[in-house]
């Protein structure tokens, strides 16, 4: 199977607050660049993200930072309110995901890898995968309020670097691709500073700025593979009924 689109739709849809900013801003900078719609969408507000405040405080100080990161990029955020650690692999969650994918209506869609550090990251991968699926399928009722109709075609699925790279063995998980994101870099590192909650968390942790510094770090070293001074990797998934042809590259020649 194979699609091109000149200025594709694009979605970015992660677990949590600041998962898209580590793994795959960069790209979608670029993506912006060529004149993409973009969408960030998060399945949760991040509200397990505090020691010292509650989960709804912490989940609305952590919904506004993911919209200004958003708003840096020039994107419209989505929250699909699951909660922290709890999200799970059922009907309910398949319906409200795929709900997203019709009211985004995407070319292009990034998400969590199929194998990662925790749960909530793999059991995302599963469902924004089946979700792209079932959102052409007009006979899947999402259950949602005013739903949207089905999609039209098949997106092209891109799954993100699992944290550091490694599965839950340590062992190295060896990307498809790497891009490089040195000319938007700066743009990335902002939008990840924007999740101010988070950055202090770590910094009163670590006693340096270590949010910022590991982002630095796993960027330059996904770029040294490449030869540039940062990157960021990608996996597509190419099994049926998925489009082969690789839109994302295409779309950045």
């Known amino acids: 199977m194979h699609r091109s689109v000149p200025t594709p739709r694009v979605l970015a849809i992660h677990a949590h607050p600041d998962d898209i900013e580590f793994q ?7 993506l912006k660049q060529r004149g993409c719609h973009i969408t960030t969408a998060t399945m949760t507000p991040g509200d397990c993200g505090s020691a010292e405040i509650g989960p709804e ?4 100080v952590r919904r506004a930072e993911a919209k200004a990161a958003a708003d840096l990029l020039g994107a419209d955020y989505i929250c699909v309110e699951f909660r922290d650690l709890s999200i799970t692999d059922d009907n309910d969650a398949r319906r409200r995901v795929t709900e997203v994918i019709r009211r985004t209506r995407p070319d292009i869609v990034m998400t969590a890898p199929p194998v990662d550090y925790m749960s ?60 490089d994101i ?65 839109l994302l590259r295409e779309v950045l020649r």
């Open 57 to 60: 405080e912490i989940a609305a």
């Open 120 to 179: 909530d990251h793999e059991v995302t991968c599963k469902l924004v995968r089946d979700a792209c699926f079932n959102a052409s399928v007009p006979n899947y009722k999402t259950q949602q309020w005013e739903p949207a109709p089905a999609t039209d075609h098949m997106p092209h699925l891109y799954f993100v670097d699992a944290l550091e790279g490694r599965d839950w063995f340590g062992r190295p998980i060896e990307p498809e691709f790497i891009l």
């Open 24 to 30: 795959c801003a960069g790209t979608l900078a670029l």
């Open 182 to 246: 040195s000319a938007t870099f700066d743009l990335k590192l902002k939008m990840l500073a924007c999740h101010a909650s988070q950055r202090e968390w770590l910094r009163k942790q670590h006693g340096v700025d270590e949010y910022l510094e590991s982002c630095r770090r796993w960027s330059a070293a996904r770029g040294a593979s490449i030869g540039v001074a940062f990157g960021e990797a990608f996996t597509q998934s190419k099994g049926h009924p998925f489009p082969n042809n690789d």
